[in-house]
């Protein structure tokens, strides 16, 4: 079958429905592979060239149809992606060789599983691999990553011979372990947990409280422009604070308000009715079976014992079971989620090193490290925060 190759430097010049047309074919869509989303990245000067971040966004065209698309970046660091290569860009390094540029399909500081390779069968997703290949090799680039993949991603890059990496995230679901039900409410949710952690997070909630704090949530629409801009203040604090710019501009909040505000959920802590601190989520499919929640960024104008597990964790899932949200993804690291009923999960990225000796050295590298990430699955799966079944 005969596919028209098309690379693109803006993803604007690709046209938003046909794009969001292909994405909602696939096996895991998410909001942040929305043309919208894509598209505001660019535009707000997040992801460009300035900031490391080239667009080469790769897609098939059958006459004026689009069948197949990947948002795929040039980098020049690794900055901003969340599966580490630091190590292995050291190592080119020590042996006089270059590791960037380097070709990457992600989405710019977004360590969300999704789909990258979309197409509108198995056949045109091999054809754009193959095409992703073939760019990254007349560009001279070092590799090619794929990050946070779908089962229909990685099944493409496993008949292609790419090397498969596993990392690990956690994931709080909307049912109870024991009964298989979704929660009614916290307190059915709580009950579901330990005694011990039960009252660790009795304990952290209470300690808000107590500090005067409440919560108001607003989402879609309703998250005004001056809610927006706290969240921004907050956003930005947070990472000037540990010595950092932030990666995502005021302009591209305000084009999530503009183009994708049905996507968002905003909770602001206040005291004395002066807003203090805010967390920021972003959903997909309210009011389907497979709702999913998101969370993404978080900041705090004045500190407060606990505030952060109260903003981050417990609103959102107080949330979550009110409005029937199946999964809440809590984002990359921290088994300190577990106490708050995250549980891990793996998640897959897949990698093409052009250079044969180092595509083995990292294949032996992937191996001892998949072995040590199954063992650490194993390890936390023994400490679950939920009640054990009783024997009958």
Sequence with gaps: MDYVIRVF???????A??????????????????????????????????????PQFVTLWQADVLVAACAF?????????????????????????????????????????????LAVDAHARKALLESMLQVCQ????????????????????????????????????????????????????????????????????RRVAEANVQFRTVQGTDIRTQDWDFFYQCY????????????????FFQSMQDHMPENWVLFIAERAQQPIACSLIAVQGLGTPNAVAY????GALERVDCLHF?????????????????????G??????MARALMPVATYSAHWLAHPAFSDAVERFLERETAGVDNYLDHLAERSPFKHQEPQ
Aim: charged content about 20%; overall charge neutral.
């Design 332 to 337: 990359a690291q921290g088994e300190h989620k």
């Design 73 to 117: 970046y040039i980098k020049a660091h690794s900055y901003g992606e969340y599966v580490f290569d630091w190590a292995w860009a050291k190592a080119y390094a020590d042996h006089n060789l270059n590791y960037f540029p380097k070709g990457v399909a992600a989405v710019p500081f977004t360590p969300v599983p999704g789909s990258r390779l």
């Design 9 to 15: 430097v803006n993803p604007f010049d690709i046209p």
């Design 17 to 54: 429905l046909a794009w969001d047309t292909l994405l909602r074919q696939q096996d895991a869509p998410s909001p942040f592979m929305q043309h919208a989303y894509l598209g505001a990245l660019h535009a707000s000067g997040s992801a460009t060239p300035e900031t490391g971040w080239t």
């Design 236 to 251: 930005e604090r947070t990472y000037l604070e540990h010595g950092n710019a932030p990666y995502l501009s005021r302009a």
């Design 295 to 298: 969370g993404r960024y978080w």
């Design 138 to 205: 007349k560009q001279d680039l070092s590799s090619l990553h794929l990050l946070f993949t779908s089962p229909n991603d990685r099944e493409a890059c496993n008949a292609q011979g790419l090397l498969q990496r596993q990392t690990v995230q956690f994931h709080w679901r909307n049912a109870d372990k024991m009964e298989g039900i979704p929660f009614v409410d916290f307190d059915s949710f709580l009950a579901s947990l330990s005694q011990e952690k039960r009252k660790k997070i009795r304990q952290e909630r």
């Design 310 to 330: 109260e903003a981050c964790y417990y609103q959102p899932l107080n949330w979550c079971i009110a409005n029937s949200v199946d999964c809440f993804e809590g």
